[in-house]
């Protein structure tokens, strides 16, 4: 499996951003694939994911702002941004769980369930700042 993201950049407060992130050589039925964000000095956290099911869920504090979806061959998943501060300065990273359970997935993207069975992509920098 592979996962690159692209997108990242310098925003303004109040500004928007689109990451994507382009996948190939998994074929899974059933999977979770989300948006994660690290910051140095602090442990990664889940922003947005989806479900094979098309569902979503989103951490509490991006929640209205950002909006995770995928293309229609379901091979590159976005995250548009919007309304941008400066505790949205991280490092983002996408990942992909084949054999998720989707009904789980609220608490996959708060990471509760493990991550050893994540491939996750190189990650992409997203700095607010006026």
């Known amino acids: 499996v592979r996962l690159t993201e692209s997108g990242g950049g310098v925003a303004q407060p109040g500004g928007s951003l689109r990451l994507s992130c382009t996948t190939s050589?998994?074929?899974?039925?059933?999977?979770?694939m989300g948006w994660f964000r690290q910051v140095p000095g602090k442990e990664r956290e889940g922003v947005a994911a989806?479900?094979?099911?098309?569902?979503?869920t989103y951490a509490r504090s991006v929640k209205g702002r950002f909006t995770i979806s995928q293309d229609d061959a379901k091979t590159t998943l976005y995250l548009q941004m919007d309304r941008l501060t400066i505790e949205d300065s991280a490092m983002y990273y996408c990942?992909?769980?084949?054999?998720?359970?989707?009904?789980?997935?609220?608490?996959?993207?708060?990471?509760?369930?493990?991550?050893?069975?994540?491939?996750w992509g190189q990650g992409t920098q997203v700095t607010v700042s006026s």
């Open positions: 990942a992909v769980e084949r054999g998720c359970n989707v009904a789980l997935m609220k608490w996959w993207l708060r990471l509760e369930l493990g991550s050893d069975s994540f491939d």
């Open positions: 050589g998994y074929d899974a039925s059933a999977y979770c």
């Open positions: 989806i479900g094979s099911d098309s569902s979503t």
